[in-house]
């Protein structure tokens, strides 16, 4: 049951360049689907990519007030950089959604137009990036129709990532949706805060009060359907002032998931392996050895209840 996002209006088309000459690079990115490709699921900022460049200026020996304000300099722009390649991520995956509803083929020339604009030569990182969002998160396939004019089309898969899911089998968009959200719930520590769910949203270019013409109202879904349906609890935080609310785990997707199937899923999203992550890996690692003792006992009384 779950998932995909809507973007607000599209950047103002610009003028738009010759498009001659070899762009390998790019079936060679939707094929390799960039090593690098950040997820919006645990990038709270673009600052957060920039903690070692910090770290780094730190262990200079001595930096001089000038080179201070160079460095600082340096990290606001590649601050803003970071934000702008993902805006441009999250704004492409938009426009290709809403264009597969004509079920018409997509050209390279209408992304760079409307939505990609000079970053044009990083053409290859921004759709290797979008293609991985499309295919964990929506369910989507990019594929390339014609490399000569560089034509591509939507396949909507409409399955979930992991087969074992039963209950939330069929709705791709929806159960890309609440993986994302139960994501980040287990790597916040096993409760986000509500804010944070909105901004992950708002990251992947889905409003949370604006119609999605896939989740609808993606702010009621999940508090109408996720929450009523016991995927998500929804609850108080106490002592904040003002208040705030967090959400985590609900006893359906306990019942229906795991730890370790999340943290697959999130891995994926970020090319690496669960053991990326050690905490929340032992941690999954413990869920399953406790999930494996509960089946162990439920068919020792099952096998004694038989005699």
Known sequence: ???????GALPIPQAEREMDGSHDGETQA?????????????????????????????TEPSLTPKGARALAAKTLARRRACRRLDRTVAELVQFLLLKDR???PITRSEMVKYVIGDLKDLFPEIIARAAEHLRYVFGFELKQLDRKHHTYILINKLKPIEDEEEALRGDGPRLGLLMMIL???????NSAREAQVWAMLRRLGVRPSKY???????????????????????????????????????PRSNLETSKMKVLGFVAKLHKKEPQHWPVQYREALADEADRARAGA??????????W
Not at 183 to 189: E, H, P, R, V, W
């Open 297 to 306: 006992s439920v068919r020792a009384r099952a096998s004694t209840h038989l």
């Open 183 to 189: 994501g980040l719930i287990y790597m916040k520590g």
């Open 30 to 58: 939707l094929t390799a689907s960039q090593e690098m490709a950040p997820s919006p699921l645990l990038q709270e900022r673009p600052e957060e990519d920039l903690g070692a460049v910090r770290e780094e200026g730190a």
């Open 102 to 104: 004509k079920k018409s």
């Open 212 to 250: 999605h013409f896939l989740f609808g109202y993606p702010k009621r879904l999940i508090m109408e359907d996720f929450v009523q349906l016991r995927y998500l609890n929804y609850r108080r935080v106490p002592h904040t002032n003002p208040p705030e609310c967090e959400f985590s785990w609900g």
């Open 1 to 7: 049951m779950l998932q995909k996002p809507e973007s």
